[in-house]
Structure formats: structure tokens, C-alpha cells
């Protein structure tokens, strides 16, 4: 059996097979950090610290086709604090500005390896590859900016074609940074914010945990063109990026998370996002937003109790780059942050370095070694050859704060089992009972040759720890060897006892107290709920009144609420949202009010009706709604007088989550299992004699079917079809009844099901009388 695989129109992949099977128009250049210079392997350079370097300067008109750096600096942060930015045709405003890791897919200053269409990343992260087509008309600038305190060493290079002429609707390619940190209280964070005509094509989105537990539950959000309400909505963060209940470490061509701690308050995440089958065209503006609700879990310092709170607005710090293609330079819409608000405080431990400040058990001699995995190719060895040997390391922290502690393990088969201990002046604390320092990755292909011969160097989190400012030392003392390490000469199992550091980070982290953050926010919360609350139930009762206003001078309810915003009877707002940023609701014929109409703000929440703030009281209670003299019967206040062999009835409460809420929580359950299977209901009390509208109120569900209504034998209307995947509740249209002296009897029989439904079953919210002349 043979197998056809074809390559799509539109994929990255057909697209660039499809390309290279055709003359190529242009001619190839490279400019690059590297010389013509058969002599010499200096082929980086060394930017300055605080340098603006210009790397290319590029002749058009051109096009970019790949960009490749590696970098190396004694600032471990160089990928935040190295800034990228490549400037077209003259303008002063840079297309590209961002810091170089988070361009290349990596936040927060860390580096992971990336592998995607346009971006590809590999030997532990510093090897980096974007293949974004970056076109231009006349020049092009590529520039890095060291932002850091150290001097860093850039290689580079940048393939591109020289072309004749550029398409006269070409597109320039965009990226820009930004980030919130801290963040706003109670908003969303904005990913993009331009004006022009365009596409969006992509985004990298990272984030720094403050408080612990899942950040994210919140959804994307897409405004094209000036919209109020946006056209594309999300279902969550791990959804956006093509992922499912959580993210894990993925590299794939269009989507990935290249970072992903485990769960904790100063958890990082970093994910991309390419949209190369789905871009996002505008043709005004386009506005990009990522909610940051989801779930908080703080602990009580006194007690140690953890609790967790549901969809509350989290403070996490939020980073991103979007990437886009625009007509035209695109202003800036926001600066780039200062370096110092770009890398977050915090205290590193270079072993290596302070070899002449470390104290060691009596016959140790720890040496600054070479190493390829390790930062500069360097680290501290510790030759060690059994249990209890030890070293310290000294630390100053400058001010009292919550650490996240991180170990920067140089792992290798000839490493040791290591306790972890943090001393300071009436302190100690145990911060690992037992660090394996053997090499578990050594099998990895993927890490050959580096790890075979340097190791591998894995950072490794200590816990979180409230430290005062002071003077202390990090004590690491071998307790034990791991049962496949080796001793270094005769290569016997279970004797690796050497030490292998890279660093030791101290990194501040932004709320001392998640608690006492979390009491106040809590205090916030409701006052600002309670604020939004009244402004929405005042905006409903002002459009209740217009409507009633309406229907006075026009003789009838407006049929939309456009039709309403229209006229002299409303002088508000005509583009109107609830404080929830959502749309006001009408319906006219209403639910609640069959006789009029409708009108509510669903309160952030368009799936519990019960929480919705509408033309009614809350909890509805539909006598409390009708006018004097009406009649309500609650369903679940009926009980049946007659049924068909089979059907049976049962009184249920609960609540609705779609289209009206149920008046009283509850409803009448007719079990009908078959076309034909029916129930009657007398209604209790007694009923003057006359003619009365009738509406009848059925609930939908899942497992409902198709029932004719009908009181004292005159049909509500045609059957009904109450089958939904959601539990709701309907009105059917008011139908003139004559009632006389005798019982009242309410009528439903099965007559059928559409082909979803999972059952011929029926429910009543109510019954509501209104009396006629």
C-alpha cells in the first residue's frame, strides 16, 4: 500500500519546497561578524557595556532571509539585556526592538532551545536562528544594544538577496517588546496595540509567577479594526498556544513552550505562537489582549494553610514580543522598558571567580575549570573522594526580601550527593538534604558531545525563603554518592563524590507577603464588584425606562436594542458595555417577561443566569415581576393529576446556565419516554371565570424533546422543541385562553425529538396568567 503525502497550499513547509524548486530572484550576500581574514579566528565582536553596535548596514532594495548569533558575556541575564533592533529605509524608529532572547522565543533572561519555522535555537540555547523574510525598499540597519554592566561578545551573521525591485504592496516585518511589570490590578494584559494596515503573525508571551498555582485560565482576545467587542476570543492561555489542560515543554513548527517550571509562586513560562496557515489581517488597527484571571493559591505564614481562590486577576509579571507585517513603519505605542525593569533583582554566586573567597575541609583545593556547558566555559570543580567533605561559599543580599533560590548544578558521572546548607548570623536552614550532582542526562543524544565530556548544566530551585540583608554562605557538603556515578580513575560504580558548580542565584522576588497581598485584594475585589454592580443595575433600570418610554410615544417595544439607542428616548452611550466590557442584552419578546421585554448585563458570566443583573429581581421570582392581579404558577409547586402509562413527574432544584434564569431554582420534570406519553396538571386555587393570556415557561435540556402545550385544551402554540445543550429556560408566545368555573388543566405530550436529543422529556419553569378584559 503506497502512502500520498501532499504539502498543502499555504503550509510553511509546501511554501518553502515549493520555492526552491524555481529560480530565485536576487542576488546572494551575507554580511556578517567575520573577515575575509585566513589568518585570524577573531570573528566576533565586543560590545561595550552601554554600546549601540551596528552590525550590518544593508543596501536595498533586499530581503532578509536568516539571522544567526551566538553571544557570550559575564552578565548571565545578556538575553534581556541585549537588545536587538533592525531599522528600515532611514527611519529612526526601529521595526524590530526587543531583547535578543525573547525574540528568539526564550524570557525572563533564561535561554532554552527552540525548534519552530522561523525560529530555531539549539546548543542549550545559544545558538540563534530566525528565518523571518524581512523585506525593505532602500536600507537596512541591523544594530544590537548592550543594556548590561559587562562587556559581551556577538557573533552574527545575516543572509539576504539583493533584489531589483520589491513588490509595491510588500509588507515590512515587525517585532516589538513589552512587558507590565508590576501589574495593573483588575485589567487584562495587552499583547499588541497598532494602527495601520497589517497582518499578525505571531507571539512570544512570558511570565514570572508571584503567587503560586495555575496562571493560565485566561483567554486570548483579538479587536480588528476598532472594535468594541472582540471578533476572535479565546479559551485560555495553554489553548491560545495550541496546548491542552496546562503546557509542558513542546517544540513545534508553529507552536511550543520552550520554558515551563514547575508549579510554584515564582514559577517562569515562556510559549510562542506563529500564525503562518492563520495570520490576523487588518486594515485600520488591531488591538491584542490576554486576560490574567485564573487561579491564586497563597499560604498563611502563621499557620502554613494553603488556600486557593478561583479566576482572580493575577499579578504574575507578563512579558511579550508580537510579531507582525505592516505597510509602512509602525509607531511605536509604547517605549521599551529600561533595562532595570527588564531583569528582575537578584544576587548570583560566581564559584568559579571567588575561588580565593571559598573555605574547604581540610585537604580540598577547588580550581576554576574548563567547561562548554557552562557559563564563559568555566565552573568550579570540587575534587572530592568521600563523604563529608565540604565547602562554603560566601553571599551578600543587600536587602530583606523573599528569595528564589536556584543551583546551577554542573552535573557528571563522576559527581556526588550533596547537602545544601544556608548559614547566616543567627540563621541556618537546610536547603536541599540530598543534591545528585551525577550526570542522569548522560544518555542524551541530543546533549553528545557536550555532556560526555563537560556535563551537563541544569538549574536546579532550592525552595523559596524569606532572607534578611546580611553577610551569609552556602555550605555544600557531600553526603553520599549515586550508585552509577564513577569514580574519576578506576571508573568503580557508586565512588563519584566531586562537586560541580556553574552559580547560585538569589533571585528577589516581588510580594514579601502573597498573604497579606492576597487580604487585600480580596478587600479590593468586592469594593470594585460592588462598584461595577451598582453602575450596571443603574444602566439597566436607564434602559428599561427608555424602552418604556418607547412603547409609550411608539405604541410598541423597541425590537432591538439598536432600535432604542437610536432615538431621543436614550442619550447615554450608543457604544454600550457593562463594566465587564461586555455587551447590554435585549430581548423583546422576553423570557422573563413574556409580555414586554428583557434587559440585563450578564454580569462577566453569559452562562449562570442567576448571577445576571436584568429588568428583574435576583433570585427571579416571577411573582414578584408580574403586575397586580397576574397569576403565577411555579413549576415545581405543581405535582401531576394524570399522566399516561409510563410518564411519571418529578420536582427538581436547580439552576439554569443559558438563556434565562429559573424562577425559584426550580422546575416540574416530565419523565416522557415516547411520542404520545403525556401529563396533566391541574392548576391548584380557584380561577375566575374569563379569558386570560397564557404564557407557558418550558425548560430546555439535553434529553428534552418535542411537546405539544396546551391549556384546558386550547394549544400554546405549535410543539415545542425544548432539546439544548444547555439547561435554560423558554417562553412560548401568549395565547388567549378561556378559562371557566371548573379545574384548570395544563397539557404536555410528547410528539417527537430532533435527531440529537437524547430523551422525549420535558420540564416547566412556570406558568403565568395575565387576566384580559
Known sequence: MLLEVSLLPGSGAAEVLA?????????????????????????????????RFVLAELEGPGEIRHLWFTLASRDRRYPRTMVLRVFYDGSGVPSVESPIGDFFCAGNGMKANVSSIPVEVSSYGRALNCYWRMPFRR????????????????????????????????????????????????????????????????????????????????????????EEVPSIIGTGTEDYFNDAWNLRLTAHGRVGTTICETKGDERRVTAYRWHLEDPVPFKKSLKVEIERRSFLEVADPETGKRTTHDFKYRPDYCSSVAFWYQRGIARPTKQLAPVEERVLPEVWIEPAWIIDKV????????????????????????????VGGWVELPVTLPER??????????????????????????????????????????GNQENWPENFHHGTTVETKVGTHTLGAGDYYLRFECVGANPLSEHPETGEFGNG??????????????????????????????????????????????????????????????????????????????????PWHQPYCYREPGVVHPGSFDVWSVHGNSRDPSTWIGNWRNPLALANEVAPGWRVFEGESLEAARRSAGAGTARQQ???????????????????????DWVEVELPGKLAAGKYQAYALPVTSWDYGLCQWSLNGTPLGAPFDA???????????????????????????????????????????????KPLP
Open 19 to 51: 520555492e526552491i524548486t524555481r529560480p530565485v530572484a536576487g542576488r546572494p550576500m551575507r554580511a556578517s561578524s567575520g573577515l575575509f581574514d585566513p589568518e585570524s579566528n577573531r570573528d566576533a565582536h565586543h560590545v561595550r557595556a552601554g554600546q
Open 139 to 226: 536600507r537596512c540597519v541591523i544594530e544590537v544594544h548592550n543594556q548590561s554592566r559587562e562587556t559581551c561578545t556577538v557573533y552574527f551573521q545575516c543572509d539576504w538577496l539583493k533584489l531589483d525591485a520589491l513588490p509595491e504592496d510588500a509588507y515590512y516585518f515587525h517585532a516589538r517588546y513589552r512587558q507590565e511589570y508590576p501589574a495593573a490590578p483588575f485589567s487584562w494584559y495587552t499583547l499588541f496595540e497598532g494602527e495601520g494596515e497589517g497582518q499578525y503573525v505571531g507571539t512570544v508571551f512570558s511570565s514570572q509567577n508571584t503567587v503560586a498555582s495555575w496562571f493560565g485560565e485566561a483567554d486570548d482576545r483579538f479587536y480588528v479594526d476598532g
Open 359 to 386: 573555605r574547604t575541609s581540610p585537604g580540598l583545593a577547588p580550581r576554576n575549570a574548563a567547561n562548554r556547558t557552562c557559563n564563559l566555559n568555566r565552573f568550579f570543580y570540587l575534587r572530592n573522594d568521600e
Open 401 to 442: 526580601g523573599r528569595y528564589a533560590v536556584s543551583v546551577f548544578q554542573n552535573l557528571y558521572k563522576h559527581f556526588g550527593i550533596w547537602k545544601v546548607t544556608l548559614r547566616g548570623e543567627g540563621f541556618e536552614k537546610v536547603l536541599a538534604e540530598r543534591l545528585d550532582f551525577r550526570d542522569y542526562l548522560e
Open 497 to 578: 563524590y566531586s562537586l560541580g558548580l556553574d552559580a547560585i542565584d538569589f533571585r528577589r522576588l516581588s510580594l514579601d507577603d502573597p498573604h497579606a497581598w492576597m487580604q487585600d485584594y480580596l478587600q479590593k475585589e468586592e469594593t470594585l464588584l460592588a462598584a461595577w454592580q451598582r453602575e450596571a443595575g443603574d444602566t439597566v433600570a436607564a434602559l428599561a425606562k427608555a424602552a418604556a418610554d418607547f412603547r409609550r410615544d411608539a405604541g410598541a417595544y423597541p425590537h432591538t436594542l439598536a432600535e432604542l439607542l437610536g432615538t431621543p428616548h436614550w442619550t447615554g452611550d450608543r457604544t454600550l458595555l457593562d
Open 654 to 676: 436547580t439552576a439554569s446556565y443559558g438563556n434565562a434564569p429559573l424562577s425559584g431554582t426550580g422546575l416540574l420534570f416530565l419523565r416522557l419516554d415516547a411520542p404520545g
Open 723 to 769: 432539546h439544548s445543550q444547555t439547561l435554560g429556560v423558554e417562553a412560548l408566545p401568549g395565547t388567549v385562553v378561556a378559562l371557566g368555573e371548573g379545574p384548570s388543566v395544563l397539557r404536555i405530550e410528547a410528539t417527537g425529538k430532533d435527531e440529537y436529543a437524547n430523551g422525549h422529556n420535558a420540564g416547566l419553569d412556570a406558568l403565568v396568567l
